[in-house]
């Protein structure tokens, strides 16, 4: 049995508050704007400045979709590079860089410029200018003040007598070996009418630098004998030092007769290459 009051009975506050609040609801919902469209996962904000101003400038901002991201990406692409490749990836590492891949067709070769010699090896004289016949050969021409030209020596006589050996040392490489000794010798300038140029003191007082020493010894016994032997004079000692011409320095010429000297000689240390000859006169000129 339930009591006729309960019939009768008000809503209480909580039911009015409900009722308030629907009441409400569908007052909102009939002010509310439609609603935006659902925000994607992927976006792009994408601003338009009405100044050119960096100080004061006015951005207006929207969100683009995914399909606007990449159409704007692939004109992006196409007007910035001439490139083909695309930035756009499916993979979640987006890599922007190409490989290229340097294909190496056969072994490195390791380049020496200047080999040099073993620094226990002693300068060796040339084989084949040690050949007798080669020896008699030029010292026909000399006698007879003849010039001569072979693959060994080169001999003019005018204006005065002069023999050309080439490749004097068996073992060529041996002269860097000499030009880094000499780089850690003192230097003397001398200067008068004749000549310009740095000079050492005599090889005879440098005994420890290795190469040096043996190229001294190289000039007084072997080389001394071949040149006794060509010109037929008795010689008995040799005198020798290291010079070093820099722009503008000389030796002019000379008869080169000083004291006891008989023969004078010079060892080139510097790379040379015969001249290359005139070209051929063409209509006269």
């Not at 009441?23 to 609603?35: L, V």
């Not at 740095?198 to 080389?223: F, P």
């Not at 000389?250 to 000859?277: K, N, Q, T």
Request: glycine residues 4%.
């Amino acid at each position: 049995m339930s009591s006729p009051t309960k019939e009768t009975e008000e809503p209480s506050s909580s039911h009015a508050g409900n009722a308030a609040g629907n009441i409400g609801d569908a007052t909102a919902a009939e002010r509310r704007p439609p609603a935006k469209r659902q925000i994607p996962s992927t976006v792009i904000e994408i601003s338009d400045t009405d100044s050119d101003d960096s100080d004061v400038c006015a951005v207006n901002s929207y969100q683009a979709s995914a399909d606007e991201v990449k159409r704007i990406r692939r004109e992006y692409s196409s007007t910035s590079c001439s490139s083909d490749y695309s930035s756009d990836s499916e993979s979640s590492w987006e890599d922007d860089s190409i490989v290229i891949e340097d294909k190496i067709t056969g072994k490195a070769v390791r380049a020496q410029l200047n080999p040099r010699a073993n620094r226990m090896d002693n300068p060796k004289l040339n084989s084949n200018l040690k050949s007798q016949e080669v020896i008699d050969k030029v010292k026909t021409y000399w006698e007879e003040n003849k010039d001569h030209s072979s693959a060994e020596v080169t001999l003019t006589c005018k204006p005065f007598r002069l023999c050309r050996l080439h490749d004097l040392l068996e073992n060529s490489e041996i002269i860097n070996n000499i030009v880094d000794d000499m780089n850690t010798l003192d230097w003397s300038r001398k200067k008068m009418d004749l000549y310009e140029f740095h000079q050492t003191t005599d090889l005879a007082n440098l005994t420890w630098q290795r190469s040096i020493r043996g190229i001294y010894e190289l000039l007084k016994t072997e080389v001394m004998s071949l040149v006794s032997q060509v010109t037929g004079l008795e010689l008995s000692s040799v005198s020798a030092s290291c010079s070093l011409y820099g722009p503008g320095d000389h030796l002019l010429v000379h008869d080169d007769r000083l004291g006891d000297r008989r023969v004078a000689f010079i060892l080139y240390l510097a790379p040379w290459s015969p001249r290359a000859p005139p070209p051929a006169l063409r209509n006269g000129a």
